[in-house]
């Protein structure tokens, strides 16, 4: 009977052990799946301000596309009117006043389509990693396993593993 009731003791012991054990695993996964949300979070507000800065970009391309027409046109006005302010100025003997490309390099045309192929190469959003989905679709499956463990009352023997350790990040 005392073999028996030390075995009894020794169980009930384990058992608790094993209890605090799940315990901690279980609040453990609370703080992951916490950790997980955050990021989740925090991607979400990440692709928000990416989808603020695409309409940024589009409505910054449009104004510089109404810009550099307005420059084409007021360029196109230019080149007649001074094709004959020189010609006024060969026959009173004066020289020709220079170039615009000339006088600055950035209002010859080349300039401007130059600056409009820059600018219209827009950088390409890289994927969504395949291992992030992978992730939030092993942690989905985790909280429906753990939510189905909270149903079932059993005890297991095994070693707890390492818990992770949270750090100050200040």
Request: glycine share 0%.
């Amino acid at each position: 009977m005392e073999k028996i009731k030390a075995r009894l003791k020794a169980e009930f012991e384990a058992l608790e052990s094993e209890e605090r054990h799940l315990k901690e695993y279980k609040q453990e996964m609370d703080l992951l799946l916490q950790e997980k949300m955050a990021h989740v979070e925090e991607l979400r507000l990440i692709h928000a301000d990416i989808n603020v800065m695409e309409n940024t970009i589009k409505q910054s391309e449009n104004d510089l596309n109404k810009l550099l027409e307005s420059t084409r046109r007021l360029h196109d006005e230019y080149k007649p009117l001074k094709e004959h302010v020189d010609a006024l100025r060969m026959t009173l003997g004066l020289q020709r006043l220079p170039d615009l490309c000339e006088e600055e390099e950035k209002l010859s045309l080349d300039y401007f389509e130059k600056q409009k192929a820059e600018w219209q190469t827009e950088p390409q959003e890289p994927p969504i990693p395949e291992s992030l989905a992978a992730a939030a679709a092993a942690a989905q499956q985790l909280q429906v396993a753990r939510k189905q463990d909270t149903r079932q009352t059993a005890t297991f023997r095994q070693q707890p593993p390492p818990m992770k350790k949270k750090e100050d990040k200040y």
